[in-house]
């Protein structure tokens, strides 16, 4: 049953439709209407129509005693008013008149395909590496964050409607966004595992990471979808004394970390020499040992005749079973060392990475050495590396055959 059934039948009718190009919320009002004039405004008229474009909603708020309530129509749409198209307004409207009888409602227009963008700026604060806890380096972030509206009906219930004005709403969002953006980066260097030294060329990292941190609020608050968080510069203030002792340290740090990686390196290589070696310096070992006891030996086959030289028979035959046995050893000493090892499977295939940090290069090393450098904190996920095959440096993070080489890192020691 038609609330206004013709739009030719008696009085003047609306049509109600929004012809803003840029807006978030708009209330219509009938032609001749003024702001103090609350019920000539939200009288509806006999034949109105309602227009409703694509990505628009038309909102229709009745106040009651109990309450307001809501019609929500979603566009597009453009028809004559009917009460089958307002479920809440055909519970409101009386019989009396035959489901003709006029109404109050306000009626406003949200902008659900539009975006907003807010540019923002948070001033100097301090950021602090999580390895040197008493140098706060201050940090300057700007860029834009752009929100639209889908979940109207949230929005509807956390804003206040009338009187609505789009400036005074971005200016709560950014105050808000800033006051959360900058406890995310705050701690972004132990959360996200980013030093301060490097947080100015991560920010796409960074972007994404307080997007993560702060989408779900701001919807929860305000009832906005943050659809796009760009951080434009992070800036280090490069003058402050902070900024200097903590470069300083941040390099010596690094030195000595590839100082020891390479003296590692240098022993591992040692040992791995007297490994492949170790045969042979057990014959090295053991003939020093047989040298001496035939020097022995040969002292013990002389014998003293009176002032003469002489011969032992017992010396000579002691020397000759011993020298017999000093023999055999000897060779089969040698046919291990010459025979070869037929039985003994081909050794896996070892892998070996190459790490860069600071234009430094060090390596290779295997995945096991990559382990306990890990345990260390002298190896993190934010060197690159390469091995033989790869195309190019990786993060050490995207390589997967590096995964195992991080599951047993203890976390940061506590600060004293």
């Known amino acids: 049953m038609a609330l206004f059934g013709n739009k030719t039948e008696g009085g003047l009718m609306d049509v109600i439709r929004c012809d803003e190009q840029e807006y978030l919320v708009w209330k219509w009002r009938p032609k001749g209407a003024t702001l103090n004039e609350s019920k000539k405004e939200n009288a509806i008229r006999y034949g109105s129509s309602l227009r409703v474009?694509?990505?628009?909603?038309?909102?229709?708020?009745?106040?009651?005693?109990?309450?307001?309530?809501?019609?929500?129509?979603?566009?597009?749409?453009?028809?004559?008013?009917?009460?089958?198209?307002?479920?809440?307004?055909?519970?409101?409207?009386?019989?009396?008149?035959?489901?003709?009888?006029?109404?109050?409602?306000?009626?406003?227009?949200?902008?659900?395909?539009?975006?907003?963008?807010?540019?923002?700026?948070?001033?100097?604060?301090?950021?602090?590496?999580?390895?040197?806890?008493?140098?706060?380096?201050?940090?300057?972030?700007?860029?834009?964050?752009?929100?639209?509206?889908?979940?109207?009906?949230?929005?509807i219930k956390l804003n206040r409607l009338i009187n609505f004005e789009l400036d005074d709403f971005k200016n709560q969002i950014k105050d808000f966004f800033i006051r959360k953006a900058k406890s995310v980066i705050l701690n972004i260097p132990t959360d996200a595992n980013i030093p301060v030294m490097q947080l100015e060329r991560k920010i796409d990292e960074i972007s994404d990471f307080v997007k993560s941190k702060i989408s779900a609020i701001l919807q929860e608050d305000f009832g906005i979808n943050l659809k796009r968080l760009d951080i434009a510069t992070i800036e280090l203030d490069k003058e402050?004394?902070?900024?200097?002792?903590?470069?300083?340290?941040t390099a010596d740090q690094q030195?000595?970390?590839?100082?020891?990686?390479?003296?590692?390196?240098?022993?591992?290589?040692?040992?791995?020499?007297?490994?492949?070696?170790?045969?042979?310096?057990?014959?090295?070992?053991?003939?020093?040992?047989?040298?001496?006891?035939?020097?022995?030996l040969g002292q013990m086959s002389n014998v003293n005749l009176g002032g003469g030289a002489g011969m032992n028979p017992a010396g000579m035959m002691m020397g000759m079973g011993i020298g017999g046995a000093m023999g055999n050893q000897m060779g089969g000493m040698m046919n291990n060392i010459n025979q070869p090892q037929q039985h003994m499977p081909p050794p896996p295939p070892v892998l070996a990475f190459h790490i860069s940090l600071n234009g430094q290069q060090s390596g290779p090393f295997n995945l096991e050495q990559l382990k306990q450098y890990a345990q260390g904190g002298q190896f993190t996920k934010n060197h690159h590396v390469w091995k033989e095959g790869m195309a190019g440096w990786e993060l050490a993070s995207n390589v997967p055959d590096l995964g195992t080489a991080f599951s047993v890192v203890p976390p940061p020691p506590p600060s004293i």
């Open 53 to 155: 474009k694509e990505g628009e909603v038309a909102v229709f708020v009745y106040q009651q005693k109990d309450g307001s309530m809501q019609d929500y129509i979603v566009g597009p749409m453009d028809e004559t008013i009917k009460t089958a198209n307002f479920p809440i307004l055909t519970s409101i409207v009386g019989s009396a008149f035959g489901g003709s009888s006029p109404f109050q409602a306000e009626i406003y227009f949200i902008n659900l395909s539009g975006n907003v963008q807010i540019k923002f700026g948070i001033p100097y604060f301090d950021v602090f590496d999580p390895r040197f806890p008493d140098l706060g380096v201050p940090c300057v972030v700007r860029g834009t964050l752009t929100f639209n509206l889908t979940d109207y009906k949230n929005f």
């Open 240 to 249: 402050h004394e902070h900024y200097q002792q903590l470069k300083f340290s």
């Open 255 to 296: 030195t000595k970390n590839i100082d020891e990686l390479n003296r590692i390196q240098r022993k591992d290589i040692e040992m791995g020499v007297e490994g492949k070696n170790f045969t042979v310096h057990q014959l090295n070992q053991q003939t020093d040992v047989l040298k001496t006891a035939a020097e022995n």
